[in-house]
């Protein structure tokens, strides 16, 4: 558990800093030197012609950094990304937008960084603050998931 440690705030799991509650813009590093940020979560706007909004619910993409400052390729199959709203409750439902998608998957070489796209719908109901969390599954048996708050813009 020592990379669950609040101590100094710097939102790395190598160096002891929380995994939970970082904000959107900070960088959270596995052991092994994958590091993820979610850059921002904004509304989805750019519908192509077989696409509609849900007057219901807000649509919003997830951008996310990777940068893999390890020695290995990584699968980003491994990783996996769950939305809650954070005002009062509700999961937000995947979803897949045509336009600038770019999904967490294929490899990703040492020293590569990459911004991969999360598309996601949550009833207005409940607001548009959030957490997102991010998973991965390893050999390695990482069981530390960050998880990132903010507004979806």
């Not at 959270?28 to 994958?34: C, E, F, I, K, M």
């Not at 390729?73 to 809650?84: A, I, P, Q, T």
Request: hydrophobic share 30%; charged share 30%.
């Amino acid at each position: 558990m020592e990379h669950c440690s609040e101590d100094d705030g710097a939102g790395t799991g190598g160096d002891g800093g929380p995994s939970t509650d970082l904000p959107f813009g900070k960088v959270y590093a596995w052991p092994d030197g994958l590091e993820v940020t979610v850059v921002e979560a904004t509304v989805f706007s750019d519908w192509d012609e077989y696409e509609e909004p849900d007057p219901k619910s807000t649509e919003f993409r997830i951008r996310l950094k990777f940068d893999n400052k390890s020695s290995e390729s990584v699968d980003l199959g491994d990783l996996s990304v769950m939305v809650d709203g954070a005002t009062n409750g509700g999961q937000s439902s995947s979803s897949t937008f045509s336009k600038g998608s770019a999904p967490l998957e294929g490899r990703l070489a040492p020293g590569v960084s990459a911004v991969k796209t999360d598309d996601n719908a949550l009833e207005k109901r409940y607001g548009k603050d959030i957490v997102v969390t991010v998973q991965r599954t390893s050999e390695d048996g990482f069981d530390v998931f960050p998880e990132f708050t903010g507004t979806i813009k």
